[in-house]
């Protein structure tokens, strides 16, 4: 098993090969927000061993905020230079390399490239190159598919999505964490040759709309799920945590997975 091989298997679990990461990078463009307004409590808070299998975060995260109890893996976002504010969030650069990742004791990276954005080809030539430098030592890269200001339909179509996923991969993502397509998303995950984790996108109107659609997801050849602000700023992220595992690791469906995080939430 050479090293590559041995972060992979921190990241996804032992018998099931599936994934629960949580991410909380979102500061880096949005700045506080709820949820995430004191970081560090978040992660104290939500820090479960037994239930989140990695941490997306930034490296002024990871330095100043990042204090697990344990030793989850981690993935070190390493591109972002645009925010909320500024003239186009899809504007990003490399903000960081694999190296500085393995300084900070990460297992895997991460960088977007946004699919049909005027930055579509400035974002794919840097993750490709960031995964040249990744693969030569051996540290897996999640190419983060974004699609910036673009039509809300599109984020729906299962052809479109599944052409980002696919680009992600040929341009040398180890894993593609895109959006879900309530239809047709299998055909998403059969035309990546790379596990696909879903993106958590928008805050959904309900915590069962949350999990309906890590359930559909799963159903569909999901390899997991990397998911925000729909388990913080939930108004019980704890129990949504648990239910999202439920669904993940132990196969549970809609219902079974409400009705865990009724019981959480009521304890």
């Not at 700045?31 to 409590?41: E, F, N, R």
């Not at 344990?70 to 390493?78: D, E, G, K, S, V």
Request: aromatic fraction near 4%; include cysteine.
């Amino acid at each position: 098993m050479n090293g590559f091989q041995a972060r992979m298997k921190r990241i996804f679990r032992k018998g099931n090969g599936k994934a629960l990461v949580l991410a909380i990078d979102h500061g880096m463009a949005l700045g506080p927000m709820t949820g995430i307004m004191d970081v560090k409590s978040t992660v104290k808070k939500l820090d479960a061993p037994d239930l989140v299998d990695a941490w997306l975060l930034t490296k002024g995260i990871y330095v100043h905020a990042f204090e697990p109890v344990n030793n989850p893996a981690t993935f070190l976002r390493i591109s972002g230079g645009a925010t909320i504010v500024g003239p186009e969030l899809t504007r990003e650069g490399l903000t960081s390399d694999v190296e500085e990742a393995l300084r900070l004791g990460s297992d895997a990276t991460a960088a977007s490239a946004f699919i049909g954005s005027p930055s579509e080809h400035e974002t794919l030539i840097q993750m490709a190159l960031a995964a040249t430098e990744c693969h030569r030592w051996n540290v897996p890269l999640l190419g983060v598919v974004g699609l910036g200001k673009i039509n809300e339909e599109k984020k729906k179509d299962a052809k479109f999505i599944g052409l980002g996923a696919r680009v992600a991969a040929e341009h040398g993502a180890d894993l593609v964490k895109t959006y879900y397509t309530e239809e047709n998303f299998d055909r998403v995950v059969t035309g990546c040759p790379v596990p696909i984790l879903i993106a958590g996108g928008p805050k959904c109107d309900t915590d069962r709309d949350t999990l309906a659609m890590i359930h559909g997801a799963m159903q569909n050849g999901a390899a997991g799920i990397v998911m925000g602000r729909n388990v913080w700023q939930s108004p019980h992220p704890e129990a949504l945590l648990a239910a999202a595992h439920g669904i993940i690791h132990n196969n549970l469906n809609v219902q079974e997975a409400v009705d865990l995080l009724e019981s959480k939430a009521a304890q």
